[in-house]
């Protein structure tokens, strides 16, 4: 009887430290909308959320291509991509993994989250990175390798 009270006490414990943190987590992966990426090579977009009766208004060749989640309906996902295309794709073609893309122009990927940082690289638009963190103005990006700073208005795939 002790063993059981005792058991029981932990899980109620574990429960009460670790579960804001586990359903912030449960409702972090269902908020709507959200960030997320896409998981495949090829990604056909369509006009309704089945392959029946809507056709593939887009094909998107580019894995990693960050993509906002504004709808759920079943296994399908409305996204919307940087340039504002929306569309419904099959839900297993999208991976909850952080990426951005730069927009507008070249912009300075630099060490630290300071203008006045050393410049790491110029990259295009277009370019893609893994998001690793973002502070109030900046996000840590990696790509091939490094990992440097980007003001969060020079990026799409987090809110500004």
Not at 43 to 53: E, F
Not at 80 to 89: I, K, N, P, S
Request: proline share 4%; glycine share 6%.
């Amino acid at each position: 009887m002790t063993n059981l009270f005792f058991l029981i006490s932990f899980l109620l414990g574990l429960s009460i430290v670790f579960g804001s943190d586990f359903v912030s987590y449960a409702n972090e992966n269902n908020k709507i909308p959200r960030f997320a990426s896409l998981k495949a090579d090829e990604v056909n977009l369509r006009i309704g959320p089945n392959k029946k009766d809507f056709p593939i208004e887009w094909v998107y060749k580019r894995r990693g291509l960050p993509v906002e989640i504004t709808a759920v309906s079943d296994t399908w996902r409305r996204i919307r991509d940087h340039e504002g295309t929306t569309g419904w794709v099959w839900h297993s073609l999208i991976s909850s993994k952080r990426t951005v893309i730069v927009i507008d122009e070249n912009r300075t990927l630099h060490y630290s989250p300071d203008y006045n940082s050393k410049a790491l690289a110029i990259l295009e638009p277009g370019v893609i990175g893994n998001l690793l963190a973002c502070n109030t103005n900046w996000c840590q990006i990696e790509l091939r390798g490094k990992k440097g700073w980007l003001k969060r208005s020079h990026i799409w795939g987090v809110r500004n």
